[in-house]
């Protein structure tokens, strides 16, 4: 017990040192040095909400595909400052899933997507895609590029692929509910957005839809007394 509060308590002078001086480099050396990733995975369920955001942190910059469940569930997390931790951990770590090369492939992708380059992209993707099938940010990315293309549906089936492999990819979720609403399937897109909220509830502007299609499909109802 009073080593595991020496090295909570360590981890979390790190952690406010980096807040400090914003020296990533030296954050990730010294934890690296001294705690493995099933332990920063343990210690981001603790109950102390500081623990908690220096371990999702640690996990965001050291961690890799292993830690994008540990960190996902950290989304909803009771704690403003974890969630917000937890969604840029998220980000990052869904991009090195496969490992460096992958993440450095999808540069490409969305230097394509940026350029409004779709069926470039698609092409790249698919390549990335036969080295690696179950990659989901590039299920998603694909997806993307397809609801550019207005191909709404085979967006969610790309979608729903990145989903398949990543339970927690709530851009991917929300991304269906989009494609839904343009398909005018407006209850659809509404269970996809509750699903998307459920795992990140930070997305504000996923809570406006949600508002909004609630509204008005009680408003449906009440017409149809």
Request: with cysteine.
């Amino acid at each position: 017990m009073n080593e595991q509060r020496c090295r909570t308590s360590q981890l979390v002078l790190w952690y406010r040192d980096y807040l400090e001086d914003g020296k990533s480099a030296t954050f990730v050396s010294c934890v690296a040095t001294r705690y493995s990733l099933p332990t920063l995975h343990r210690m981001s369920r603790s109950t102390d909400y500081e623990v908690r955001r220096a371990a999702v942190l640690a996990l965001g910059m050291l961690g890799g595909g292993e830690s994008i469940e540990v960190v996902g569930r950290r989304l909803a997390d009771t704690d403003r400052c974890v969630r917000l931790v937890a969604e840029m951990a998220f980000s990052g770590l869904t991009l090195r899933e496969m490992g460096g090369a992958s993440g450095r492939e999808l540069d490409g992708v969305r230097r394509h997507l940026d350029g409004h380059r779709y069926r470039r992209a698609i092409e790249q993707l698919d390549r990335i895609l036969h080295d690696w099938p179950r990659f989901a940010d590039a299920w998603h990315l694909r997806a993307i590029a397809l609801s550019q293309m207005r191909r709404y549906r085979a967006s969610m089936k790309a979608a729903k692929q990145a989903v398949r492999w990543n339970q927690y990819h709530f851009s991917a979720l929300s991304l269906i509910a989009r494609c839904h609403l343009e398909l005018e399937q407006p209850t659809l897109a509404l269970a996809f957005f509750y699903r998307s909220l459920r795992i990140n509830p930070s997305q504000a502007w996923v809570r406006s839809y949600v508002e909004v299609l609630a509204h008005r499909r009680r408003l449906n109802r009440d017409d149809s007394v």
